[in-house]
């Protein structure tokens, strides 16, 4: 897995990743993987599957104009592209993906729900419980957005072994 970060502020999301790419076994690909795609109105950072991201880009998808048909539409393409399995509770991907759009925050977990976080801040990926630890301990400090998230990938890739340096931090406005 990784993690992505998330932060919005006054109608601007920023977002960032770490560029680690591991197999299920653990060892590191040495691949370039940008975890950031944009696609027209959306903006999707993603964890887990490479293809996942892949998919997302404008080539392949076309995301709906109206939000609250995301979550549905991400799910046929994952299914399409056979991303997806079937449990007990139903089609799972194997990706979760924060999803900038409008401004605003949202994050896609694996069973295709999507919830707007409480705080400003949001995060994905096996580095997620160190990144939100560091984003509630800074979130009052008076840093920028873009020093709350390197705080929070620096606590990822210190304490999990599937993240990695450099990080790339990005900005996208509506």
């Known amino acids: 897995m990784s ?23 653990g060892s590191r ?3 370039m993987c940008d975890k950031m795609v944009v696609n027209g109105s959306y903006v999707f ?4 599957s490479v293809r996942a991201g892949q998919v997302l880009r404008p ?6 104009s109206e939000f609250n048909l995301i979550g549905e539409a991400i799910r046929v393409l994952f299914n399409e592209m056979q991303l ?3 449990g007990e ?6 990706t979760n993906l924060i999803i900038g759009y409008d401004g605003h925050i949202y994050e896609m977990l694996m069973d295709f729900q999507v919830n707007q976080s409480l705080y400003d801040f949001t995060t994905v990926g096996s580095g997620a ?4 630890g560091a984003l509630y301990s800074c979130m009052d400090m008076g840093l920028t957005p873009e020093e709350r998230i390197t705080l929070a990938l ?3 890739i210190e304490f999990d072994s599937s993240c990695k340096y450099p990080t790339i931090i990005r900005n996208f406005s509506w």
């Open 59 to 64: 080539h392949t998808f076309t995301p709906p």
């Open 129 to 132: 419980p160190y990144a939100f």
């Open 29 to 31: 690909r040495p691949i």
């Open 3 to 25: 993690c992505i970060v998330a932060i919005e502020e006054n109608g601007t999301v920023f977002m960032g990743a770490e560029t680690a790419a591991t197999s299920d076994d």
């Open 154 to 156: 620096d606590a990822a």
């Open 45 to 48: 950072g993603f964890t887990g």
């Open 89 to 94: 509770v139903g089609a799972q991907c194997a």
């Open 84 to 86: 997806t399995t079937e």
